[in-house]
């Protein structure tokens, strides 16, 4: 039997029309979604119930621990950015943390928490008297109830340059084939090219804090652009028609000032091989001199 709090559902969030930059002669019609699902604050708790190494969630038959836990997205498949803006935030301070093997990133927020010690890890199916989960926001962008985290874990503001969040390959859902061109015209511009799941969260959180400007170009990281202080610039690469609402909705909720540019349209490769080093087949490109003229016009950079 689930027991669920009254304000758990997500709500509906209209967005005004953008025109992005770069793109194709259609860009208009690829300004990202016009409405979008927020996350509500509320839990759900699963009575006997037990939790899978993959972080699965289902009802109990046998034996279970006399005990409530909360389950914690978490492991290989959830990156940084998820897991600062996701279900953590509910975790009530009492209750213990429980879920998959934690990446090494995922352990640096938890130890800077305080709550590391609180986490159980799951190798094999555990069994409790509760399971409180956040509420289904499958789809959803994070609400509000994420301030307070992120307020605690950004750093102090200094006076920085520019960084760029470039797409994992391991994660992401379409291979930028020219990323090697792209990273090193950024880093010709003296814009650094951050590896997130790389770095301690100390080292990140200040280079965020810093930065003057953020190029992301991986949408799985959106939720880091709550370590940003207001007033940072951020411009979002997305293929076109693959802009999210997630990075849009965070730099309003934080003060920042937020700019969509659209690079070409994922698209198999019909001769020759993937691009090096590539997982997926899908691929698509940023056009380095629309990027250049964007950041111009918008100065960003």
């Known amino acids: 039997m689930a027991d669920q709090d009254d304000d758990a559902g997500p709500k509906l969030l209209r967005l005004p029309p953008v025109v992005p930059r770069g793109g194709s002669k259609w860009a208009r019609q690829f300004g990202g979604p016009r409405e979008v699902r927020v996350a509500g604050p509320g839990t759900v708790t699963l009575r006997n119930a037990w939790i899978g190494p993959d972080g699965g969630i289902g009802a109990a038959d046998g034996e279970v621990a006399g005990k409530t836990v909360f389950a914690l997205p978490a492991g290989g498949g959830v990156s940084l950015g998820q897991f600062l803006a996701g279900p ?22 938890l130890a800077r928490l305080g709550r590391l010690r609180d986490y159980i890890p799951v190798a094999a199916p555990m069994g409790f008297a509760g399971v409180m989960a956040a509420a289904d926001a499958t789809g959803c962008v994070p609400g509000a109830y994420v301030r307070p985290l992120m307020d605690r874990l950004r750093g102090p503001r200094a006076s920085g340059g520019a960084i760029a969040i470039l797409p994992a390959r391991e994660s992401e859902r379409f291979c930028l084939a020219n990323r090697a061109s792209v990273a090193a015209w950024l880093r010709a511009r003296r814009v650094e090219v951050v590896e997130p799941e790389g770095m301690r969260l100390a080292e990140l959180a200040a280079r965020l804090a810093g930065a003057e400007a953020v190029l992301l170009a991986d949408a799985g990281q959106a939720g880091l652009l709550g370590l940003c202080h207001p007033g940072t610039k951020v411009l979002e690469v997305a293929p076109e028609g693959w802009l999210g609402g997630a990075a849009r909705c965070l730099s309003a909720m ?36 629309a990027l250049s003229e964007a950041m111009k016009e918008a100065l960003l950079f």
């Open 88 to 109: 953590l935030n509910l975790a009530p301070p009492e209750v213990a943390l429980c879920g998959p093997a934690l990446t090494a990133r995922q352990t640096d927020v």
């Open 254 to 289: 934080f003060g920042l000032n937020w700019t969509p540019f659209l690079a070409t349209a994922p698209s198999y490769t019909l001769q020759g091989g993937l691009p090096f080093g590539s997982l997926v087949a899908c691929s698509y490109e940023i056009a380095i001199r």
